[in-house]
T-cell receptor, first 112, second 110 residues
C-alpha cells in the first residue's frame, strides 16, 4: 500500500496569485500523477511526473500554468499559476504501487 | 471526450437492497478496471478491481461483473448499508493512466 499526504489541505487564494501543492509518499515510487476534480465532477489527469524527467501533460494542461517538480522518488509539487476562479478545484496526487493506484486526500483550492 | 461512460448519475436504495452501477468503454487496449469510492472531503479509495480476462470478481458485498465482448462492466453492492452512501467512480487503465467515469452518487436510506 501507499500513504500519501498533501499540503496544504485547503486554501483560499486571490486571482492572479500562485499556489504550490506538495505531495509526499511513504515509499519510493516511479510514477506520480496529478489530478484535478472540479466541484461535483469526476477526476481529470493533469500530468504524469517521473523522477528525473520532465512531466508529461495531458491535453488541455500546459507547463506554464501547472509547473511540476519531481526532485526524488517520494515527493512532488504542483504549482497552480496565475489563478482564476475557474481553477477552484480539488487537486489530487496519486501513485501506482503494486498494480493499485492510490490517491492522496486532496488539496481544496478556492480562488476568489 | 470521455473514454468511460458511467450510469446512473445518482441512485437511492433502501438499506439491505442492491445498488447497481454500470460503465462502458471503447478502448480495447484498457487492461485494468478499478472502482473507487469517495466520501465527501476525502480522496478516492480503491474498492475493487478486475482484469479483462475475468468475468466476475467478488469481495465481500461488492461484485464486479465484466463483459469483454460488450465492453461493459458493472458494480453490484449487495445488502447496501447507510455507510455505503458515497460517490462511486469506475475507471479504466491504459498505458498506466486511469480514465474515470463521471461518478455515481449512492444514497442508502435506513
Amino acid at each position: 500500500s501507499a500513504v500519501i499526504s498533501q499540503k496544504p489541505s485547503r486554501d483560499i487564494c486571490q486571482r492572479g496569485t500562485s499556489l504550490t501543492i506538495q505531495c509526499q509518499v511513504d515509499s519510493q515510487v516511479t510514477m506520480m500523477f496529478w489530478y484535478r476534480q472540479q466541484p461535483g465532477q469526476s477526476l481529470t489527469l493533469i500530468a504524469t511526473a517521473n523522477q528525473g524527467s520532465e512531466a508529461t501533460y495531458e491535453s488541455g494542461f500546459v507547463i506554464d500554468k501547472f509547473p511540476i517538480s519531481r526532485p526524488n522518488l517520494t515527493f512532488s509539487t504542483l504549482t497552480v499559476s496565475n489563478m482564476s476562479p475557474e481553477d477552484s478545484s480539488i487537486y489530487l496526487c496519486s501513485v501506482w504501487v503494486q498494480e493499485t493506484q492510490y490517491f492522496g486526500p486532496g488539496t481544496r483550492l478556492l480562488v476568489l | 471526450q470521455q473514454q468511460v461512460k458511467q450510469s446512473p448519475q445518482s441512485l437511492i436504495v433502501q438499506k439491505g437492497g442492491i445498488s447497481i452501477i454500470n460503465c462502458a468503454y471503447e478502448n480495447t487496449a484498457f487492461d485494468y478496471f478499478p472502482w473507487y469510492q469517495q466520501f465527501p472531503g476525502k480522496g478516492p479509495a480503491l474498492l475493487i478491481a478486475i482484469r479483462p480476462d475475468v468475468s466476475e470478481k467478488k469481495e465481500g458485498r461488492f461484485t464486479i461483473s465484466f463483459n469483454k465482448s460488450a465492453k461493459q462492466f458493472s458494480l453490484h453492492i449487495m445488502d447496501s448499508q447507510p455507510g455505503d452512501s458515497a460517490t462511486y467512480f469506475c475507471a479504466a487503465r491504459g498505458d498506466y493512466k486511469l480514465s474515470f467515469g463521471a461518478g455515481t452518487t449512492v444514497t442508502v436510506r435506513a
